[in-house]
């Protein structure tokens, strides 16, 4: 068996899973943290220096008449530097171009500084995050102060401080080295390893029972039918194990169902050629005789003896018939064709056909019917049966002047029919088996009638598939009525 199925190696699968993502998580925190808490460190510097260089020009005012001076201001300068030794000021023209700087022992190497950013600092008095230029070091940024120098309504230069120098940002603690940010990242670690931990335990408390269902499932494809698998209240993946219990019922019902429906065929099979078999025996024989003592026999024997094949021959076609229509429906293959029909119609068509046949043995037929039409919900052709079935009894059973009714009773949502007749009655001991297959109750009456015992084994049948039952009532030398209900369409 392939093991692509196994359960450890999904577990593992999700648990790798799991950790890869914890770990992008954890390294994605830690960039967005040192990164945040860096810019915040500059934004703070910047706001609480805002003011640096505004200061300079109102105190050191390194422009004397539209001149620059640069001996006053180098020297204050200086002083300002010896106070705060983290800033570097330069002086700026109207253009950005470097005109003087204090920065001992540093090397400058640009020349003039991009001026957008000082503007947008000056123009938001200082309130706002902007980084500009590094003059020593080209293509980095930093926070600055600036401020202009005005005269005459023009702006002439401009002070610009870089508030964050080499010197300053090396002797304050980088954040990956401070104190808080590697509590933070030890708070961190333990933070994501119980994660994982949680999250490889709640993985293994939701996925365990796919051993279970895995085991059982192979059991199930290895043809151990009855297998299921156990479901425990509140168990991670119950739905799964339902859905599966169902579906291995359903297969199981439907193969049940084909070895029964198998078993059924099989039977009607044998019982068929068995029924046969003992008309065509009878055929045979006489044909033998007739064949054989063709000249020994009298005229008025071979007669009898055709007539008896002649019988035999229409019973075995009436047999064929009725072993063939109780063999479908026995197997269910008869599907009712359901539609409303005026029940009332079809007993008196029905009353119709029989009527000859009631005349020569001088029955009276009749069927009393309601007032009002009822529409009952079943299939015309088959009720036709059954009621040509049980008619046909009544008329066969019942002796000469005899009465035979068919009555309608209406329910509140069914439709009762009724065959009754004044004949001879069913004795109780037989009632038990008058619907069984060959049951034919008064030998001597069958035998000239051509009887199989099939009718009312065909009425049960066929009531049956309208979920509905025949019931009989009746009473020695008194009479006979069998009865049985339909749905009123309306109810249907
Ligand atoms: N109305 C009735 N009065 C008296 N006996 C009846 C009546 N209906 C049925 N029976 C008894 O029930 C037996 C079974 O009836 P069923 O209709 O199954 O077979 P059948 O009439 O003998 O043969 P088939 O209907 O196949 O020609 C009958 O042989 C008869 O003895
Ligand atoms: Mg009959």
Redesign the pocket.
Known sequence: MSNKYSYSGFFWKIVITLTGLLVVVGFAYVFITVNLAEMYVQERNQRLNADIAEHIISEVKPYVGGKLDTTATDEIMHHMMAINPSIEVYILDAAGKILNYVAPYKKVKLEEVDLAPVREFIASKGQQYVVGDDPRNPGKKKVFSAGSIVEEGQTIAYIYVILASEEYESASESVLNSYIFKLGGRAMLIALLSALALGILAIWLITRNLNRIIATVKRFQNGEMSTRIPVKEGGGINDLALAFNEMADTIVGNIENLKSMENLRRELVGNVSHDLRTPLAVIQGYIETLMMKHHQLSEVEREKYLKITLESTQKLKKLVE?LFELSKLEARQVKPKKEPFFIQELISDMCQKFELLARQKNITLKSATTPNKSLVYADVSLIERVLQ?LV???L???PENGQIIVEIDNTDQYVEIKVS?N????PKD?IPF?FDRY????KRI?LDNN???????IVKKILEIHNATIELSSKLNQG?TFSFQLPQYENA
């Not at 004949?423 to 069913?426: A, D, K, N, Q, S």
């Not at 049951?439 to 008064?442: A, E, V």
């Open positions: 009725e079935n046909d009894n009544a066969k059973f019942t007749d004949g001879p009655g069913i037989q008058i049951h034919i109750g008064d069958s009887n199989t015992g099939l009718g009312l084994a006979t």
